[in-house]
Antibody, heavy 113, light 113 residues
């Protein structure tokens, strides 16, 4: 069974850095590109970018380019989404997902002073 | 970017009646080399990640009830629920995966009348 398991909820202050993770299991991790999707409170889904776990090639939405970094470590079947300096507007649920329809359970990130 | 526009934003349908949600893309998502439309439909219930219902615009995901169907090609697509059940109350999203960034529609909230 394909599973994407994300790291737990985070509470951070503005200006802090953060990395959240998404671990794949039940399949060959390099078989599927991993995307990250943002859902702000009460809002819709926004595609942020994706990574090919084979070679860590990435694509970003222009909306998120330069604001986040997507990476992966295929040796431990894990993809990451990271921020170097969080803002209150980064408060959201973040999902990892594949085009094939597999989704993580989501990681809630709260940024508040 | 391809803009995905869903209509209506919200919809109230009686139990057992048909529900129809439309999705229009700002440019074609039909890939001519394989004649496939790069369009998916998702269902999201509160507190849950999205669930894949339909891919290639009209192929039902395994395990999805056959009351759900997708149709359309090019720029105009429809998700139909033939006979609404209480458990179908959710927000529905279309997404194109034809070109980067993979964009979602704004979502359609489906409720019981």
């Amino acid at each position: 069974e394909v599973q994407l398991v994300q790291s737990g909820a985070e509470v951070k202050k503005p200006g802090e850095s953060l990395r959240i993770s998404c671990k794949g299991s039940g399949y060959s991790f390099t078989s599927y590109w991993i995307s990250w999707v943002r859902q702000m409170p009460g809002k819709g889904l926004e595609w942020m970018g994706r990574i090919d776990p084979t070679d860590s090639y990435t694509n970003y939405s222009p909306t998120f380019q330069g604001h986040v970094t997507i990476s992966a470590d295929k040796s431990i079947s894990t993809a990451y989404l990271q921020w170097s300096s969080l803002k209150a507007s980064d408060t959201a649920m973040y999902y990892c997902a594949t085009v094939e329809g597999f989704w993580g359970q989501g990681t809630l990130v709260t940024v508040s002073s | 970017d391809i803009v995905m526009t869903q209509s209506p934003d919200s919809l109230a349908v009686s139990l057992g009646e048909r529900a129809t949600i439309n999705c229009k893309s700002s440019q074609s998502v039909l890939y001519s080399s394989n004649s496939k439309n790069y369009l998916t439909w998702y269902q999201q219930k509160p507190g849950q990640p999205p669930k894949l219902l339909i891919y290639w615009a009209s192929t039902r995901e395994s395990g999805v009830p056959d009351r759900f169907s997708g149709s359309g090609s090019g720029t105009d697509f429809t998700l139909t629920i033939s006979s609404l059940r209480a458990e179908d109350v959710a927000v529905y999203y279309c997404q194109q995966y034809y070109s980067i960034p993979y964009t979602f529609g704004q979502g359609t909230k489906l409720e019981i009348k």
